[in-house]
């Protein structure tokens, strides 16, 4: 028997191990393995699972909307101890989610979730690749009734504006969004990108009250996989973590195309980029990890608490994505851990 182990290991700060961190595990591991087995440490697949909570409730009950609130915040604690959320090969159920907060206050009548997930891209800055990332599940259909529609009548499914037949191209509601990046020709503008319902990547730019988009095939989807792959494509920068002004030669101050003096990583051009993806799941009642390395994190989530009778907002969050709230990992549900170390010199045996 050939072939490589791969072991992904999760730190109790949360960040990654560094490279010779990764060779010396690798490298104890080996002691134990078979002659043709190769032990290779990874980083764990993060996948963050952001719900917005909406709990209504009885005015006459005797609780007030701030103490409701709290006992949801401590009942979702409980829910996430209870179920080991936050650990490698889990599944969230939006079922026992609802079920913990509903039984959070007795005076809570009614809950709504919308669920949206999270992950991110880590580019390697100043170089050209296709960066892929999937939710292993597959993802919302935002017009069932327009499938069939893409091709705009020039083959190339949909790449952009009238098509060889005369027709001007339809695109569904986006159940994907990025955050902002930049990119090597256009350094000065930050663009996103979103689906466009038929399997391919927009890439845009906003101008404050529309959409320039700059790309009609910046990238794939796979809506049965979740799987999207952006590129290829050159990125410099992202969220915040963008070029100084100073080493930019900007040609045009609305598209953002120019030049970059200093092009060099680190020194020029930032280094740990970082770009958040939003999804829209076509299936919120089970979201299962994608792989057996990956970590489902429940992001700390946002909690409304209105009287009976206050109209909830709609469980399929189209139209408000925002991943720009995530340009840094976000704050998740931690689980306290077990403070349980036990001892080599107590015995009973």
């Known amino acids: 028997m050939y072939g490589k182990v791969y072991v992904a290991i999760k730190t109790k700060t949360g960040t990654n191990l560094n490279v010779a961190t990764k060779r010396e595990v690798s490298a104890l591991l080996r002691k134990y393995a078979m002659a043709s087995i190769d032990p290779v440490v990874v980083d764990p697949d993060d996948m963050y699972i952001y719900n917005k909570v909406f709990a209504q409730y009885d005015t006459g009950c005797g609780s007030n909307s701030s103490s409701i609130k709290t006992d949801i915040q401590n009942s979702i604690q409980d829910w996430a101890i209870q179920t080991e959320i936050n650990n490698f090969n889990s599944t969230f159920r939006a079922n026992a ?60 499914n949909g790449g952009g504006g009238s098509g060889g037949n005369g027709t001007t191209k339809c695109y569904k509601e986006p159940v994907i969004l990025s955050g902002t990046f930049r990119t090597y020709d256009r350094p000065g503008v930050d663009q996103q990108f979103e689906d466009d319902g038929y399997g391919l990547l927009r890439m845009f730019y906003n101008t404050g009250n529309k959409k320039v988009y700059t790309s009609n095939s910046a ?92 109209t909830p907002p709609p469980t399929i969050p189209l139209n408000s994505l925002t991943p720009g709230e995530f340009d840094q990992p976000p704050t998740t549900v931690t689980i306290p851990p077990i403070d349980n170390s036990g001892s080599l010199t107590n015995s009973c045996l």
Request: hydrophobic share 30%.
């Open 97 to 156: 989610f609802q079920k913990a907060i509903t039984l959070a206050n007795k005076c809570i009548s009614d809950v709504s979730v919308q669920t949206t997930l999270l992950k991110y891209i880590t580019p390697t800055t100043n170089q050209t690749n296709t960066y892929c990332v999937s939710i292993g599940s597959g993802l919302y259909n935002s017009s069932p009734s327009s499938d069939g529609d893409g091709s705009d009548g020039d083959g190339d």
């Open 219 to 310: 990238g794939t989807v796979n809506y049965e996989t979740g799987q999207v792959c952006f590129g290829p494509v050159n990125i410099i920068g992202s969220g915040s973590n963008v070029p100084d002004n100073a080493n930019l030669v900007i040609t045009d101050t609305i598209t953002g195309i120019g030049s970059i003096i200093d092009e060099s990583a680190g020194t020029g051009l930032p280094i740990d980029l970082r770009i958040p993806i939003n999804f829209i799941p076509s299936n919120n009642a089970t979201i299962p990890a994608t792989t057996p390395g990956t970590i489902i994190n429940i992001v700390t989530p946002e909690i409304t608490v209105a009287p009976i009778g206050t």
